[in-house]
């Protein structure tokens, strides 16, 4: 079993720069993927990026790409979220996941989570 643990949130202006860190206990294997998911009060998880752990190759949500950078360190099993340019609407609850195999966009596909950290951004 994979432990995910978060770090990095905090509260910063519109237009500041943020990045987020999901460490791993125990090992990630190339065939997995990692992402990341955020959660607005009163609004469902939704994906924000993932990465394959094996290739690299990276995926974003249309509402961050260009903005977001999902990238990992596969000596330190980290994965990272740096967000740039960030609005108030990147206001969530940011939780990071391992799939169970592959890249996916669901949630339904990652079989651990962190505990989130939290980022709010003010006008």
């Known amino acids: 079993q994979v432990q995910l643990v978060e770090s990095g949130g905090g509260l910063v202006q519109a237009g500041d720069s943020l990045r987020l860190s999901c460490t791993a206990s125990g090992r990630i294997f190339s065939s997995h993927g990692m992402g990341w998911f955020r959660q607005a009060p009163g609004k469902e998880r939704e994906f924000v990026a993932a990465?394959?752990?094996?290739?690299?190759?990276?995926y974003y949500a249309d509402s961050v790409k260009g903005r977001f950078t999902i990238s990992r360190d596969t000596s330190k099993i980290t994965t990272y979220l740096q967000m740039t340019s960030l609005k108030p609407e990147d206001t969530a609850v940011y939780y990071c996941?391992?799939?169970?195999?592959?890249?996916?966009?669901?949630?339904?596909?990652?079989?651990?989570w962190g505990q989130g950290t939290q980022v709010t951004v003010s006008s």
């Open positions: 990465i394959r752990w094996g290739v690299g190759n990276t």
């Open positions: 996941g391992r799939t169970r195999g592959g890249y996916s966009r669901s949630a339904a596909e990652y079989d651990a």
